[in-house]
């Protein structure tokens, strides 16, 4: 539902073990396909998850760049600075933490997507984003609404 192409960057703020990164690459046409995840061990997951992806699909695919960092989201400014497509899975992010995500998302150049679990607030972060789309998703542990911004 948002549109997309080869020059286009997504990334998963919280990746976990990479399913949004893989969805995305397997079913987007991204230029790159970026996973952030501060848990060792999920981003180990993720990684592993990588070598099979390399090993059995990455040939068959046009674009073909997956990536997982181990850091914290706040601190890898790739994500503002090149994102255009950014999914943040923050239905149990804390309020202080979104508040900070909502300040570098500002920095998102214009016609960017933000995709979350949670509406962000504030009147900077709602200067500059239009809520376009909201809608329930099925996820893993039952129906979640999602909603869509576009940075103007």
């Not at 099979?52 to 760049?65: A, D, G, S, V």
Request: proline share 2%; charged share 25%.
């Amino acid at each position: 539902h948002i549109p997309h192409d080869s020059n286009d960057v997504f990334y998963d703020l919280g990746s976990g073990s990479g399913r949004a990164v893989f969805a995305a690459r397997f079913v987007g046409d991204f230029r790159e396909c970026v996973g952030i995840e501060l848990l060792s061990n999920l981003h180990e997951m993720a990684s592993s998850v990588r070598s099979l992806y390399r090993f059995q699909y990455q040939h068959k695919l046009i674009h073909q760049h997956v990536q997982f960092v181990c850091s914290d989201l706040l601190d890898h400014d790739g994500w503002w600075k090149d994102g255009t497509v950014v999914y943040v899975p923050n239905l149990l992010f804390d309020d202080e933490l979104k508040e900070q995500i909502a300040v570098k998302a500002v920095k998102l150049r214009s016609g960017a997507f933000l995709i979350c679990l949670k509406k962000f607030e504030g009147d900077a972060f709602n200067s500059v984003f239009d809520l376009i789309k909201e809608r329930p998703v099925v996820m893993s542990w039952g129906e979640s609404n999602t909603y869509i911004y576009e940075r103007q």
